[in-house]
Every structure is written in structure tokens, then in C-alpha cells.
């Protein structure tokens, strides 16, 4: 499985943007989105089951993200809105064979090559 990350880019406080995360070989996984900040490590953002039926989110962005999913084009999204300058960071997503939906990264599999978010106060 290879996974393309893109959409982000530069936006300043309040604003919104969508990423967007290309998978190509399989596409019945769950689907993860991580963020890494300069200096921190890698947290996660929000996680989606294969059907797309089942999410979950880190607190800090909840009623602010959305994950989707459009199986037919083999594609996870990231819609994000309400953008605040603590978003910015390189937004990873990633693949994850198991049952359930979970934030630890080690329990995913295949990872993107990250893109970055930066959001001006």
C-alpha cells in the first residue's frame, strides 16, 4: 500500500482546508490522519473505519475536523475548519489493519509522506 498526502498549505486563523490522502494497492483498511509540530511528537487527529461508518478524533478538534472517506476513488479526506496557528504542523495519514479504531501510531502500518499545514495568527 502507498499512501499520497496533499491539500495542505497556508492559511491564516479561522480558515479551512481539506486534505486529501491517496491510497493505492488495497483500500479496505481503517485510515488515520497524524500531525507532527517542530519539536513535538507525532499526535493523532482522527481515525476512520473502512466502511467510513465509524470515526473518532483527538479532543482538540472535534466539531473543527472531519474525517471521510470515498472508497471508490481509494481516497480519506480531512476537512478542516476553524483552523487555529496550534493546527500547524505536517499532517500524516497512515493505515491501520485492525479491528478497531486507534490513536497510537505504532498500531498503523503504512504511512504517507506527510504535508504541511501552517496556520497564521
Known amino acids: 500500500v502507498q499512501l499520497q498526502a496533499s491539500g495542505g498549505g497556508l492559511v491564516q486563523a479561522g480558515g479551512s482546508l481539506r486534505l486529501s490522502c491517496a491510497a493505492s494497492?488495497?483500500?479496505?483498511?481503517?485510515m488515520g490522519w497524524f500531525r507532527q509540530a517542530p519539536g513535538k511528537e507525532r499526535e493523532f487527529v482522527a481515525a476512520?473505519?473502512?466502511?467510513?461508518?465509524?470515526?473518532y478524533y483527538v479532543d482538540s478538534v472535534k466539531g473543527r475536523f472531519t474525517i471521510s472517506r470515498d472508497n471508490a476513488k481509494n481516497t480519506v479526506y480531512l476537512q478542516m475548519n476553524s483552523l487555529k496557528p496550534e493546527d500547524t504542523a505536517v499532517y500524516y495519514c497512515?493505515?491501520?489493519?485492525?479491528?478497531?479504531?486507534?490513536?497510537?501510531?505504532?498500531?498503523?502500518?503504512?504511512w504517507g509522506q506527510g504535508t504541511q499545514v501552517t496556520v497564521s495568527s
Open positions: 497512515a493505515t491501520s489493519a485492525l479491528g478497531r479504531l486507534v490513536s497510537a501510531a505504532s498500531m498503523y502500518t503504512y
Open positions: 476512520i473505519n473502512w466502511s467510513g461508518i465509524s470515526t
Open positions: 494497492g488495497r483500500s479496505i483498511y481503517n
